[in-house]
Each structure stands twice: as C-alpha cells, then as structure tokens.
C-alpha cells in the first residue's frame, strides 16, 4: 500500500514594524523618474536632428579651391548644441526645493524692501526737521 503525502503548509513570517519601515525606507529612497511619453520627445528629437545636421551647399569635385567651396553648413550653432548638452547634465531641484527657494526669495526681498522703505522715511524726516528749519 502507497503513503499518501500530506501537503504541508507552508506559514508566512510576518514582518515586524522595524522591518516594513526598513523596506518603506528603502523603497522611498530610491528616486522616482517622470515617464516621457514618446508624443512629445520623437518630434523634439527629429527637429534636433535636422537642425545639427550637416549640409554640403556647393558639390564640387576635388579640386584646388574645392575645399573653400564645399564648407559644411548647419543650422544651427555649435554653442546652441553645446549648451542643450549641458542642460541635460543639471540636477534641478525638486519641485519642494525650489518652492523653499523661492519662498526664501521673496520673503528675502520683503525685508529689504522695508528696511529701504525706514531708511527713506527716516532721512525724509532728517532733512525736514534739521536742514529745511
């Protein structure tokens, strides 16, 4: 006679509070990536290209002066290239930095404003009381 096997249940280890809130940390520390949808990069990334590309305006064969004439053209300039190739290497800030810092702006030009604001008034009544009496 054949043994018939007993499944055997297999019991989950719950997780305690300190390891969720290691995997939550974890899984918020990771950073998050914006998806592009390809609608709006494939007609920036062919009009990229048609601008960088190189145009031969005059073909001639070789010749002595063939190299004067048959210079390549492009639209656009090299510094245009140059500096679209920097901006992608700029970490910009996150939306909440860049709220603080303009807070910080505003609230900066608030106080110095007024200070202006006392100096002013202050030297108005100088003038008036000491220089004009």
């Given at each position: 006679m054949a043994r018939i096997k007993k499944p055997s249940l297999r019991v989950k280890k719950?997780?305690?509070?300190r390891q969720r809130?290691?995997?939550?940390?974890?899984k918020s520390a990771q950073p998050r990536?914006?998806?592009?949808?390809?609608a709006t990069t494939k007609p920036i990334?062919?009009?990229f290209k048609i601008l960088t590309k190189e145009f031969h305006p005059i073909k001639i064969s070789k010749g002595k002066h063939a190299e004067l004439l048959t210079s390549k053209v492009t639209f656009m300039p090299s510094f245009i290239k140059e500096s679209y190739a920097e901006l992608k290497?700029?970490?910009?800030?996150t939306f909440r930095q860049a709220m603080s810092s303009t807070f910080a702006v505003i609230a900066f030009s608030v106080v110095i404003?007024?200070?202006?604001?006392l100096l002013?008034?202050?030297?108005?009544?100088?003038l008036k009381e000491v220089v004009l009496k």
């Open positions: 719950q997780e305690t509070v809130a290691e995997k939550q940390l974890a990536r914006k998806k592009v949808t390809t990334k062919g009009a290497l700029v970490k910009w800030p404003a007024l200070f202006v604001q002013g008034y202050g030297f108005d009544k100088l």
